[in-house]
């Protein structure tokens, strides 16, 4: 539950990050035309000499302003994925963590499993292997493969090989000598 929230936190952000981004791009891009224009004005403005140096200066003052703005809105889009990286790393070791503490919670499951109500089998008839699965049940009628699982965990691809050989009934039975 915790990983849905963690990673659903991680997109909200994500998305706001993004939208935030497009924000300023489109900004900028006003501020870019804006200044395209003042440019042009400036140029107009010399060539009518009446009131050019006033408005030369006014306009390069506009200029001043907005390559400024231009600037601080930079600096917060770069300061904005900064935080995004440090938060997103900051989430990628709780979560590891998380993961490392439920496989440690699994393991000790494991081991514990054979005196607990929800095991079906004579803890004295199973034999503890660990891997790929976890117990084998010599019952007297039938040997039973059992793997733990604790909390959502899923059966690894070989243990879902190993059940499915299993159901197909596709076992066999060697006898190895050593001389």
């Known amino acids: 539950m915790i990983e849905s929230l963690l990673i659903l936190g991680i997109i909200i952000l994500l998305f706001y990050i993004k939208d935030l981004k497009g924000k300023e791009a489109s900004e900028i891009r006003k501020l870019q035309e804006k200044t395209w224009e003042l440019e042009i004005a400036v140029?107009?403005?010399r060539s009518n000499k009446e009131d050019s140096e006033n408005h030369a200066k006014i306009s390069r003052e506009f200029l001043k302003d907005e390559r400024l703005h231009s600037k601080q809105l930079?600096?917060?889009l770069f300061d904005s994925e900064e935080k995004l990286k440090q938060e997103t790393e900051q989430r990628k070791k709780v979560l590891s963590q998380k993961k490392s503490g439920e496989v440690r919670l699994g393991h000790i499951a494991e081991t514990l499993a054979p005196f607990l109500d929800q095991f079906d089998f004579d803890p004295e008839n199973c034999c503890f292997m660990g891997r790929?699965?976890?117990y084998i049940s010599f019952g007297d009628d039938e040997i039973t493969?059992?793997?733990v699982k604790?909390?959502?965990a899923q059966l690894s691809a070989k243990q879902?090989?190993?059940r499915?050989?299993?159901n197909q009934k596709l076992i066999s039975w060697k006898e190895v000598r050593i001389k």
């Open 43 to 45: 140029e107009n403005e």
């Open 74 to 76: 930079e600096q917060q």
């Open 132 to 134: 790929p699965i976890d």
């Open 145 to 147: 493969f059992i793997e």
């Open 150 to 152: 604790s909390g959502n």
């Open 160 to 162: 879902r090989h190993i």
């Open 164 to 166: 499915d050989l299993v």
